[in-house]
């Protein structure tokens, strides 16, 4: 299984884009790269997924480089509501033990 | 559409008594299901996986247990609760290998007192 490794913590104001990066340095052929949000007393929930370059959706755009080794997350414009934390995860093809490590905590400030 | 069921919310149980959580999804068939721990602050620790009734996988040993009696149903349980057993429990599901991606219960706060 691909270990990931993100910052603890981040900090950032309304308006701002919001970029958080993970490494995975050992990551598969056939693994691919989720993102998920959990905000307090709630379960995580899926956000964005990715295998390789850039992916976007209504929520969140993800940047993966050529050799996978990392990804990052970027949030446009985040609002207080953005204030959660964040998880990258590796998905094996076939593994049955998803990881979630302890995330990202992103506090937006006004 | 699928969703996932867990109950109850919150709990408060005095120390050495019983524990029984339970989990149900609906809309699928065959999913994996997971227990998760989550302490306060901390990240999310596996604590048991079912690829299918009646097999159950532990990745952490305590004296938590699990169990798959239907399809669809995932129940943890505990014979004498500890302290150290207070958490925020989440149960999720996924298709075969991870597919579909991990969808979360709403959680249970277990209070230990």
């Known amino acids: 299984l691909a270990k990931t490794t993100q910052p603890i913590s981040m900090d950032s104001y309304e308006g701002q884009e919001v970029n958080i990066t993970c490494s995975h340095n050992n990551i598969a052929t056939n693994d691919y790269i989720t993102w998920y949000q959990q905000f307090p007393s709630q379960g995580p929930r899926f956000i964005i997924q990715g295998y390789k370059t850039k992916v976007t959706n209504e929520v969140a755009s993800l940047f993966i480089p050529a050799d996978r080794k990392s990804s990052t997350l970027s949030l446009p414009r985040v609002s207080l509501s953005d204030t959660a934390v964040y998880y990258c995860?590796?998905?094996?093809?076939?593994?049955?033990?998803?990881?979630f490590g302890r995330g990202t905590s992103l506090i937006v400030h006004p | 559409s699928q969703t996932i069921h867990q109950w109850p919310a919150t709990l408060v149980q005095p120390v050495g008594s019983p524990l029984s959580l339970e989990c149900t999804v609906e809309g699928t068939s065959n999913p994996n299901l997971y227990w998760y721990r989550q302490a306060a602050g901390r990240g999310l620790q596996l604590l048991f996986y079912s690829v299918g009734i009646g097999q159950i996988s532990s990745e952490v040993p305590q004296n938590l247990s699990a169990s798959r009696p239907q399809d669809r149903q995932f129940i943890l349980s505990s014979k004498k609760l500890l302290l150290s057993d207070s958490g925020f429990y989440l149960c999720a599901w996924s298709g075969p290998g991870g597919s579909y991606g991990y969808t979360f219960g709403s959680g249970t706060r277990l209070t230990v007192v």
């Open positions: 995860l590796v998905v094996s093809g076939g593994s049955y033990i998803p990881t």
